[in-house]
């Protein structure tokens, strides 16, 4: 299984971006997908989730500023990034759960200027 996260760029403060993940299969495989974000010298950190039933999951630094969804017909999920922060930046990657499997997508850049 292949995921590919697209979508990344530079955005002033206050902008808005969309992060896409298409996975290479059905996404109804997956009972989890989830993007991750991993700031220079920090730790990778969840930023949101979405199970198969699509209930949602997001961190407290993002919460009422993203929303994770996802398009089982195109396979896609997507971050709808809405009033970004300098913090934000950082390089984002998708995430899957499979049945016996996890997979991780290359990563996409946000970078958000002050």
């Known amino acids: 299984v292949q995921l590919q996260a697209s979508g990344g760029g530079l955005v002033q403060a206050g902008g808005s971006l969309r992060l896409s993940c298409a996975a290479s299969?059905?996404?109804?495989?997956?009972?989890?997908m989830a993007w991750y974000r991993q700031a220079p010298g920090k730790q990778r950190e969840l930023v949101a989730s979405?199970?198969?039933?699509?209930?949602?999951n997001y961190a407290d630094s993002v919460k009422g500023r993203f929303t994770i969804s996802k398009d089982s017909i195109r396979d896609t999920m997507y971050l709808q990034m809405n009033s970004l922060k300098p913090e934000d930046t950082a390089v984002y990657y998708c995430?899957?759960?499979?049945?016996?499997?996890?997979?991780w997508g290359q990563g996409t850049q946000v970078t958000v200027s002050s």
């Open positions: 299969r059905s996404i109804l495989n997956f009972n989890k």
């Open positions: 979405i199970t198969s039933g699509d209930s949602t």
């Open positions: 995430n899957a759960d499979g049945i016996i499997a996890t997979y």
